[in-house]
Structures are given as structure tokens and as C-alpha cells.
């Protein structure tokens, strides 16, 4: 472990650590462009150059070709420094555009920030001689270059050589002239090309699902987890508090990667960039719908939730638990999960739960990130036990053939839409032969027009949560914003409900339920919501994998 | 040619069909690779050492000390011949090539033997086309002749040779950028460090670059011994260079001259002196990258590496541009830095940015616009490019610049508007 100084500091630095990542141990930070902890290293735009002295020699060395090596002294702020970071910004700037009143990036481009840190130099261009580029080059279904404010820094060419092992963006020409292009014949159209956009230290990439919808000093910055699929990449959710008139009122404006060396690092895939949509889209559920005799008139969720107590009182009565299934979700946090088992399972005994269902839709999978498993939370539910259960409980499979039959008298259905998996036949059957349906949804669907009651859902955006990838690794979600309507958390229902049918529990918050699954279940004995931090906890009995370069099998060198 | 010429590289220039193989052979070619196959590798980069050859490209770093840059266990190896020949001003190679393609490839498989290199490549710049020609042929005959191949004269030590054409870059004739190129890919010169392609070069194995002119001096020094070769020149400048003489001279040309020669006796006895009975105003020593001298500079200077660097320029590629009286300094600017900005790479800012800036700045004084404030500015402009990029092009065009402002600034302030 080098020891070294960076401005008069002494720090113990990791072995093979560049200068650049040493400084941010001390939260100093070397400006730089081209540089990325993700990509190679390539030293082209000249911006982290340090003082260094070492052996007794002094040199100006680059930040991110220079690895910490025992009694190196680094200066960042001396004025040769200044002046050679004012140079680079200065060469930079001669030909840029300077469109920021109409730029995306304006408040987050490192050209700015660097011009207010380090440039404050006036112009010495003549703007008759400023250089024009291409504009608005649709390089891709999802992004838009315009090459004109271009740095040539090549981190968009790195990302998709070497992390998605993809040949599309290039830079042609030599000198002056180069400019950023797509690679002839191809398109920008990758899994993960969202991440040109996050990547891109000015705003030459952007985002067509987010270009000029919003400034992004309006935006607030929630942590979270994509719920996207069963790997849970870290994001944050760049949202605003009021709903616009405009498209149809989405608050989340946009979601990127948030680094979690174990899951995700800095990347995550389109599919889930693009997921929040569902999150404001029209058809999210706003209020309680029953669609017996009330619907017209409206219905509370209490009145719901007590119809519903009453009618599984009563038949737990008649005919004893087994003939109520219940058929909960892998898209379901662990709280939700737990409360669901908890009232079922452990309360009403009721044998025949399951998250599984044949036939639920995958979707692609790769070895960079994306999992086929679209459910982010089948470990967790499969570790907390909503699962068949006492050697007569049925799966999910088993509860729908039963339920044509007429097995049971109450089915009670989180999220799945049965719709999707059943021929109009059998639907008949279940629906016939079903004596109540209650149904829990965030969007309305073909189910829930079928279903006798239905409760609307908060989705991830709007409530603190925690899911458990398929690694293993426990990672909670926070709340951004409040539940569209009446749209409630999944375990408030249970609760309520379970308060209904004599099984008195007391959280008032996730926090609470997630403290009492650490007392209660075996693979998350002992964890704590505070204990997982923002980068997640492994279950008690899941290994912590080892550690992965989240790339493609067959990355290209390079450049 | 004058009798004071040290004959040592060019002997064969003159003589027709030289590049044939068996006019070559007459003349001794391919005997010194005999013998230096029948000593030990270690030997002959000792015997270069010793001979005190400098590269001849540009640099004049000892092409002996670069051979022994190879580390001990990494195979395999290759050589590389930079014959990528584009420094304005520099024309000695394409002789070499054209003239006595046999010489050269003696020298590089000299080369390959002395580091154990088992395939040489030699890059030549797209626009020779001819010399392109010569040397295909010369590599096809020394390769019938069983110079080059599979268990050359029964060593047990095989080598083949590749002729590979650039498209025109001169950022390929630095030697990362030509390696790159050499791979397929964009010239783009490698970050440093590494610093030596001796230890990570072509496809990450170690590699030797030389100039032409650099290997086709080693038969030579095996055939003189190193003692006579480093006596020709001066201290630690063994030999002669092939100068090459442009500009305003009446008698322009390459001339094979011992190192240490006087730039008075190359412009005056060898090139005949300045055209037209003009004065000599300045000369550019080494290649356009180096920085200028004045008249008075160049006074008793000797042409070796450590003179010229001692009066401030360098003997590069040994290319002595004569300028005379006709000729304004800012024009000379305006065709420096265009050359310079068309061909940096683009891949660092300072050099692809600035190089483009100065152009433009340079270009105002010729257009009547140019201020006091644009002379401070191009100084200011060179100074952050200089020793501040990937690859010595930043100083190819930074020193040059900084030598005209700080030497003829009057010229641009009598063009100030
Ligand atoms: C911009 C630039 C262009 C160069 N062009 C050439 C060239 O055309 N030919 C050459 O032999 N060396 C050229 N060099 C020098 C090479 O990088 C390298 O030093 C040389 O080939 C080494 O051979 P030597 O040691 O025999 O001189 C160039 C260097 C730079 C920085
Ligand atoms: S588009 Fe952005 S990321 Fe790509 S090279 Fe240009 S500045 Fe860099
Ligand atoms: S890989 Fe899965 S978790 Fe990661 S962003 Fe894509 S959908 Fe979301
Ligand atoms: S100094 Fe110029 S030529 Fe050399 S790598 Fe940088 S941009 Fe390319």
C-alpha cells in the first residue's frame, strides 16, 4: 500500500491505484475528460496533469497514466497547474458552440464547471472564425450527437468497444477536422447505449427521452434500485416535484446509474433506464375499485379490505384455509412479502401461496447485466417463504388449475395479470368457479376488470423498500415522491388486514418491517435497514460473489 | 560529389543496378550479416554500442543502448523500419531505398539477429510509391537468395520480412503511431508511459524502431569496426549522417558527411552557397521541427547532435533548410503551422486545438490584420502545446514557433496593422 501526499496530505493508497482515484480518497478532485474508473485509459485530452515529485525529480505527469507509487508528492493546485487546465479549457472552448441556454447537459457539464473552477479566461476568439460541426445526428433510436459540442474525449467509443463489445461511434477525420460519428453502417443501438448520455462529460450525447424536457437544476435526486429485473443495478431517480401539464404529468424525468461495485457499476441497461414510464403512465391505478355493486358509487379501500376480512373469516370457518390461495409477486419487496406470509401463511395458515406462475415473461439476457428474470425480488420471496408450504400447499401452477375447478372460494392476486397467462376459456372457468377475487395492481390491466375488489399500488418511485437480486444482495429503494391517488404500499394492506382478522402486528414503516424480518427469518437473521447502506447487504446464508468487470465476454481493445 | 565526402553509406549510390541482388553481392552486400551471424547477438549490439550510432530519425537516442532495451525473456520480437520519411526537409532515405535497398536490408536483419527478432517490417510512406517498388523486390530476391526465411544459412534462426505502406500520415513516422498503424488500426501515437517500444511495441511485444538511414549504417560498422566508425564523427557522434540540403542553396542535395561537419562547409563548399549571390538569413538544422538559427548562429557550427542542441535547435533528421533574405519569417510560419495542424492526429487538445489556432494567427499577419497582442498570443499558444501533448509533434510545432517569434519578432511587428 503506497504512501503518498497530495497537496501537503498524506493518504495510504490501494496498490494500482492512478492519481486521479487517489485524490478522491482525500475528496480532491484532478479535473479531467477523458478519463473514466470504467474505461481505459487513453491520457488524449491533456486536463489531469499534476505536479509530481518523485525519487527527487519533478515532472508534470497525467493524474490518470500515473499510478500511486511509495513517497510521490502531488501538487494539483500549483500555477503552472492553473495554467495548463485554463490552456486545455481554452482550446476546448475555441471552437464550442457555447449553446448552454438550449443545451441538456447546462448544470451538469464538466465544460462549465470547469470553466467556473479552473478557466475564467476571456475570449480571444474571433466568432467569425469559429468552426461549425454537424448537428443534430441521429445516431441512434434513443440518442442524439451533436458534434459540434464534442470534446473528441472518446469515452462514448470506449464504452461501446470495451463494455458492450460493439464497434459504433468512431471519431474520422485527423486534426481539427476529427469528428465523432457513428462507425459506417452502424447504428447506436446497443442494450446499454443510455449510457453514452451519462458518460459524456459535455452535451454532445443526449437523450431523446430526455432532450428538452427539463433544466436539470430543477430536478431532485433520489437513490434507488431499477426494479427492472432480478439484478437490481443502483440508480437515481432525477424527478420533479410538481407534475407537469405535459407528458401526460411524469414526474421521474430520467433515471442513471448509480455506482455499486458488486452489482452494477457505473452502467445500467436501457430497459431499465426506460422503465420509469410505467411510473406516471394513464393507466396507473388512482383509487380502490370494486366492481360489484359499489362501482358506481365509489368504494374505500377500508370497506375493501373489511369485505375482504369478512369474507375470509368466513370461510376459513366453513371450509377451512384451503380453499383460499394466494398468488403474490417476485415484483414485491421483502416488506410486502413478509407482511403477506406473516397474515397467510403464519396467521391464517393458509398453505397455498406462490409467487411463481408458469409462463411469466422474460426478457432478454446477456453476460454484461441483464437478466431474463424480470422480477427483482424471487430470492427474496423465495427467502422469506412465500411459498408453497405444510406438504399440502399447491404452487402457483397447481392454484390456477385448481382454480378453474372451482377448488377455491377465494383467490387473492398481487400483480400477476392473469389475463396474460390464461386462455379466455380457462379465465371463464377460474372466474366462474371463483367465489371472490381480490386483486392488487398498480396499473389497471385486463384483471382488474375481472377481479371482484381491487386495491391500487405504489410503485418503487413512491415508497422505501428493499428487494433481494438474484446474487443475494439485499438493496433498499427510497422514496421519491408521494403514491399517485389513493395507491398504497403493498404490506399496508397485509397490515391492515391482518389488524382486521386479529393479528396484531406493530410497524408503521418499512424501516420497522424490514427489522422485524431480521428477527424473524433465518437468511436475513440479525440485518437492520440502516445496516445495508447504500450499496446493499448479502442474505446471511448467500456468499458475497466475487468480484466482476461488468463488461461483455468479448470486449474490443481500445481504440 | 566532393573527395572530402566520407563514402561510407552512399558508396553504392552512383553504380547502376545496385538494387539488384547480384550487383549488391558483388559489392560486398549481405557478407557483414554473415558475420555478424557467426557472433553472438549480445556481440553486435555491443559492437553498435560502441560505434556510437545515433538514430538517425530524428531523435539521435544510441541505437545500440535501444538494443539492449529488449528485455531478456519476452518473445517473440520484431524490428521495425521507420521508413516513413515525411519531416519537411528530409529526402536521404528514399535514397537509401531506392538506391541500395540490399544495404538496408542487411542492416535490419543485422538488427533482427543482434536482438533475436524473428519477423521485421518495414514501413514506408505511402507516397513512395517507387522506392515501395525497389524494396519489394530486393526483399523477394534477398529472400530467394536465402537471406530471409525459414533457418537463414543453416543458423537454426528463421526471419521474414514485410513491407507495409502508410497512406500518407506523418504521425505515422512516430514510431507509436507507427506501430499502430502497423496493427490496422488509427496512427494514433500510444500514451507514455511505456516509454520504449523496446519493451512494449507492436502487438504489446518488444520491438525495435530505427530509421532507415540508422540501420544501414550497421553493416558498415561491421565492416570498418566500431573504433574507425565512432573516429569519423565526433564524440559520441560516430560516423557520417546523410545531410539533406534544401532551400536556397545553388547546389541542393543528400550529402554523406562525417558528423561534426560545419554548417558554413555543407552550405558553402558542398552546396555552393546561397542562390542568386542572396545572403543567408537563417537555417533550419534539422528537419522543420527544430528550431531555427540565424545567420550569425550557425557561425562554426558543427552538425552533430550535441552542437546543434548546444546552440539551442537539434539535428533531428539532419535536414538543413537554407533560408535566404528573400524570405519573410510569418509566411514561413503560416507554412509551418499548416503543415503541422493537417497533420496532428486530433487525438490531444492541445496539439489538435492549438496547432488549428496558430494557423489562424499566423495567417493574420499575411493578411494585414495581425496585432502586437497575436505575436504574445502564438507565444502564449505554442508554450501551453510545448512538452504538454501525447507525442513529440506538440514540440515538433511548439519549439519551431517559439524560435521564429522570439528571433524575428521584429518581422511580425513591421506586419502589425
Ligand atoms: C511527429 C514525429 C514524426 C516522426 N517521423 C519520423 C519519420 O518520418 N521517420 C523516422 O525515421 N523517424 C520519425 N520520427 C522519430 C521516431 O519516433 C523514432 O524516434 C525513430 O524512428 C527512431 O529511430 P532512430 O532511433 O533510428 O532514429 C518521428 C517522430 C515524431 C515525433
Ligand atoms: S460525444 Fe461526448 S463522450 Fe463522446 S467523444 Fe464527444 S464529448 Fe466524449
Ligand atoms: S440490468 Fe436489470 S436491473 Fe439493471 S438496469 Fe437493466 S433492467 Fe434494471
Ligand atoms: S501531440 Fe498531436 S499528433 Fe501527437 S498524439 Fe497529440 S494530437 Fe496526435
Redesign the interface.
Known amino acids: 500500500m503506497p504512501r503518498i501526499q497530495i497537496d501537503g496530505k498524506p493518504v495510504e493508497v490501494p496498490d494500482g491505484l492512478n492519481l486521479i482515484e487517489a485524490a478522491r480518497l482525500l475528496n480532491i478532485e484532478i479535473p479531467h475528460y477523458c478519463y473514466h474508473s470504467g474505461l481505459s485509459?487513453?491520457?488524449?485530452?491533456?486536463?489531469c496533469?499534476i505536479e509530481l515529485e518523485f525519487n527527487g525529480r519533478k515532472s508534470?505527469a497525467?493524474g490518470c497514466?500515473t499510478l500511486a507509487a511509495d513517497g510521490m508528492q502531488i501538487t494539483t493546485t500549483s500555477d503552472e497547474i492553473r495554467?495548463?487546465r485554463r490552456?486545455?479549457l481554452?482550446?476546448?472552448l475555441?471552437?464550442h458552440p457555447l449553446d448552454c441556454p438550449i443545451c441538456d447537459d447546462a448544470g451538469e457539464c464538466d465544460l462549465q464547471n470547469y470553466y467556473m473552477e479552473h478557466g475564467l479566461h476571456d475570449s480571444?476568439v474571433d466568432l467569425a472564425?469559429k468552426?461549425h460541426k454537424h448537428k443534430v445526428i441521429d445516431v441512434g433510436p434513443t440518442v442524439v450527437l451533436d458534434s459540434e459540442r464534442c470534446?473528441?474525449c472518446t469515452r462514448c467509443v470506449r464504452f461501446c468497444r470495451e463494455i458492450v463489445g460493439k464497434d459504433q461511434l468512431g471519431?474520422y477525420?485527423?486534426?481539427?477536422?476529427?469528428e465523432l460519428m457513428n462507425v459506417p453502417g452502424t447504428k447506436l443501438d446497443n442494450d446499454y447505449a443510455g449510457n453514452v448520455v451519462d458518460l459524456c462529460p459535455v452535451g454532445a450525447l443526449t437523450d431523446k427521452d430526455f432532450r428538452f424536457k427539463r433544466r436539470v437544476w430543477y430536478l431532485k435526486r433520489t437513490p434507488s434500485v431499477c426494479t427492472g429485473c432480478s439484478r437490481g443495478c443502483n440508480i437515481s431517480i432525477d424527478w420533479e416535484t410538481s407534475r407537469s401539464y405535459k407528458d401526460s404529468g411524469r414526474r421521474i424525468q430520467r433515471l442513471k446509474p448509480r455506482y455499486n461495485k458488486m452489482v452494477n457499476e457505473w452502467w445500467i441497461c436501457d430497459r431499465g433506464r426506460y422503465s420509469y414510464h410505467a411510473v406516471d403512465a394513464p393507466n396507473r391505478l388512482l383509487m380502490p375499485i370494486s366492481n360489484a355493486e359499489e362501482r358506481e358509487h365509489g368504494v374505500s379501500i377500508n370497506a375493501i379490505l373489511a369485505r375482504a376480512a369478512a369474507k375470509i373469516e368466513a370461510i376459513i370457518d366453513q371450509n377451512g384455509s384451503a380453499s383460499i390461495a394466494v398468488l403474490g409477486s417476485a415484483h414485491s419487496s421483502n416488506e410486502d412479502l413478509f407482511m403477506l406470509k406473516r397474515l397467510f401463511a403464519d396467521h391464517l395458515k393458509v398453505q397455498n401461496i406462490d409467487v411463481n406462475l408458469p409462463g411469466e415473461a422474460n426478457g432478454s439476457e446477456d453476460q454484461i447485466l441483464m437478466k431474463a428474470d424480470l422480477a427483482p425480488n424471487r430470492r427474496g420471496a423465495q427467502a422469506i417463504g412465500a411459498v408453497p408450504w405444510g406438504g399440502e400447499g399447491q404452487n402457483g401452477e397447481a392454484i390456477l388449475e385448481g382454480a378453474r375447478e372451482g377448488e377455491f372460494e377465494i383467490l387473492i392476486i398481487v400483480d400477476h395479470d392473469l389475463t396474460q397467462y390464461l386462455g379466455e376459456k380457462a379465465l371463464h372457468k377460474l372466474r366462474k368457479h371463483t367465489g371472490y377475487i381480490l386483486y392488487l395492481s398498480s396499473h389497471s390491466n385486463g384483471m382488474s376488470e375481472i377481479a371482484d375488489d381491487v386495491l391500487p399500488l405504489a410503485m418503487w418511485a413512491e415508497r422505501a423498500a428493499t428487494y433481494t437480486n438474484f446474487q443475494g444482495r439485499i438493496q433498499r429503494t427510497s422514496q421519491a415522491f408521494d403514491p399517485l391517488g389513493l395507491a398504497t404500499p403493498e404490506w399496508k394492506y397485509w397490515y391492515e388486514l391482518a389488524a382486521m382478522l386479529g393479528c396484531k402486528c406493530d410497524y408503521e414503516t418499512p424501516q420497522e418491517v424490514f427489522n422485524a424480518i431480521g428477527e424473524h427469518t433465518e437468511s436475513f437473521k440479525g440485518l437492520r435497514w440502516d445496516d445495508l447502506g447504500d450499496q446493499g447487504l448479502m442474505l446471511t446464508d448467500a456468499p458475497e460473489p466475487a468480484y466482476r468487470k461488468i463488461q461483455c465476454p468479448n470486449p474490443l481493445p481500445a481504440? | 560529389m566532393s573527395t572530402k565526402q566520407a563514402l561510407l553509406l552512399s558508396r553504392n549510390f552512383a553504380k547502376t543496378k545496385q538494387a539488384k541482388i547480384d550487383v549488391a553481392m558483388k559489392h560486398g552486400a549481405y557478407s557483414m550479416l554473415k558475420k555478424a551471424m557467426s557472433m553472438k547477438p549480445d556481440e553486435v549490439t555491443a559492437i553498435v554500442k560502441e560505434s556510437g550510432l545515433r538514430g538517425h530519425g530524428g531523435a539521435g537516442f544510441s541505437a545500440g543502448t535501444k538494443w539492449g532495451f529488449i528485455p531478456k525473456d519476452k518473445f517473440p520480437r520484431y524490428v521495425c523500419v521507420n521508413a516513413d520519411e515525411s519531416e519537411p526537409g528530409t529526402c536521404k532515405d528514399r535514397l537509401i531505398l531506392e538506391r541500395d535497398p540490399h544495404l538496408l536490408l542487411e542492416g535490419a536483419l543485422i538488427c533482427a539477429w543482434a536482438v533475436r527478432a524473428e519477423r521485421i517490417y518495414i514501413y514506408i510512406r505511402g507516397e513512395y510509391f517507387y522506392p515501395a517498388k525497389v524494396m519489394q523486390q530486393a526483399v523477394d530476391d534477398a529472400m530467394k537468395a536465402g537471406f530471409i526465411g525459414e533457418n537463414i544459412k543453416n543458423s537454426g534462426w528463421s526471419c521474414s520480412v514485410h513491407l507495409h505502406t502508410g497512406a500518407g500520415a506523418y504521425i505515422c513516422g512516430e514510431e507509436t503511431g507507427l506501430i499502430e498503424s502497423m496493427e490496422g488500426k488509427k496512427g494514433f501515437p500510444r500514451l507514455k508511459p511505456p516509454f520504449f517500444p523496446a519493451a512494449v511495441g507492436l502487438w504489446g511485444q518488444p520491438t525495435i524502431v530505427n530509421n532507415v538511414e540508422t540501420l544501414a549504417f550497421v553493416p558498415r560498422i561491421l565492416e570498418i569496426g566500431p573504433d574507425k566508425f565512432a573516429a569519423l564523427g565526433t564524440p559520441r557522434n560516430g560516423g557520417t549522417a546523410l545531410y539533406s540540403l534544401s532551400g536556397h542553396v545553388k547546389k541542393p542535395g543528400v550529402y554523406e558527411l562525417p558528423m561534426g561537419t560545419k554548417m558554413k562547409e555543407l552550405i558553402y563548399e558542398y552546396g555552393g552557397g546561397i542562390r542568386n549571390g542572396n545572403k543567408l538569413k537563417a537555417v533550419i538544422p534539422g528537419g522543420s521541427s527544430s528550431h531555427i538559427l540565424t545567420a550569425e548562429e550557425c557561425e562554426d557550427l558543427p552538425l552533430d547532435f550535441e552542437s546543434v542542441a548546444a546552440r539551442g535547435s537539434m539535428l533531428g533528421s539532419a535536414a538543413v533548410i537554407v533560408i535566404d533574405d528573400t524570405v519573410s519569417i510569418p509566411q514561413l510560419m503560416i507554412w509551418l503551422t499548416r503543415f503541422y495542424a493537417h497533420e496532428s492526429c486530433g487525438q490531444c487538445t492541445p496539439c489538435r486545438e492549438g496547432t488549428d489556432w496558430l494557423v489562424r494567427l499566423a495567417h493574420r499577419f499575411a493578411d494585414g490584420w495581425g496585432t502586437r497582442k497575436d505575436i504574445d498570443d502564438m507565444f502564449e499558444l505554442a508554450d501551453s502545446i510545448d512538452g504538454k501533448t501525447i507525442c513529440a509533434l506538440g514540440q515538433a510545432v511548439a519549439w519551431p514557433t517559439k524560435s521564429y517569434l522570439q528571433k524575428y519578432r521584429h518581422e511580425f511587428e513591421a506586419l502589425v496593422k
Open positions: 485509459v487513453v491520457g488524449s485530452c491533456r486536463m496533469q508534470i497525467l497514466n495554467s495548463i490552456a486545455v481554452e482550446f476546448y475555441q471552437h480571444r472564425e468552426k470534446i473528441l471519431v477525420g485527423h486534426g481539427s477536422d476529427a481504440y
